[in-house]
T-cell receptor, first 108, second 114 residues
């Protein structure tokens, strides 16, 4: 069965420091992974997907099939990055399985 | 474009009562999802519609939950009777055909069962 694991419920990082939010997955098929973000008082929204290999708001994520990971990284944290981040795995007919989320707090 | 709309935003009911949630997806989006998000957890898919047909409802507790999407547009999710463990945020999302996982979420309905 498909599963997404985000081992850190909470992560605090100083402004300007690097950020890494961890995500591991288990899936027997070919994985397609996403990061969704929810800022305070806003809706859950797509941040980035691995197939597009793009950088959004300075964030990147590389799919590592050997380690079954899809960690989200940013070299220099900004205060506006404080939010709840969810890793998600696409399976079946356009269905998403979400991890439990990591609350990122950027310390000024 | 207008986003996914949901109502009500908040609802407090007593256990064994019934409740209904409404969702209006983004115009033209063929696929509609209902998720349940319990505090401290990620969203869990309850049911997925493609137009007005059910694609997946394997995680919907069918003894108490029901959902419909008449005419392939708006959708309602009903709980009858509610239990304490149904307290959660209920999220509606929609996606265009072939979205490859890009889903657009509504603001959610926070349900408290007392």
């Amino acid at each position: 069965a498909q599963r997404v694991t985000q081992p850190e419920k909470l992560l605090s990082v100083f402004k300007g420091a690097p950020v890494e939010l961890k995500c591991n997955y288990s899936y027997s098929g070919s994985p397609e992974l996403f990061w969704y973000v929810q800022y305070s008082r806003q809706r859950l929204q797509l941040l980035l997907r691995h197939i597009s290999r793009e950088s959004i708001k300075g964030f990147t994520a590389d799919l590592n099939k050997g380690e079954t990971s899809f960690h989200l990284k940013k070299p220099f944290a900004q205060e506006e990055d404080s939010a709840m981040y969810y890793c998600a795995l696409l399976f079946g007919n356009e269905k998403l399985t979400f991890g439990t989320g990591t609350r990122l707090t950027i310390i000024p | 474009e207008a986003g996914v709309a949901q109502s009500p935003r908040y609802k407090i009911i007593e256990k064994r009562q019934s409740v209904a949630f409404w969702c209006n997806p983004i115009s033209g989006h063929a696929t509609l999802y209902w998720y349940q998000q319990i505090l401290g957890q990620g969203p869990k898919l309850l049911i997925q519609f493609q137009n007005n047909g059910v694609v997946d409802d394997s995680q919907l507790p069918k003894d108490r939950f029901s959902a419909e999407r008449l005419k392939g547009v708006d959708s309602t999710l009903k709980i009858q009777p509610a239990k304490l463990e149904d307290s959660a945020v209920y999220l509606c999302a929609s996606s265009p055909r072939g979205s490859l996982g890009e889903q657009y979420f509504g603001p959610g309905t926070r349900l408290t069962v007392t």
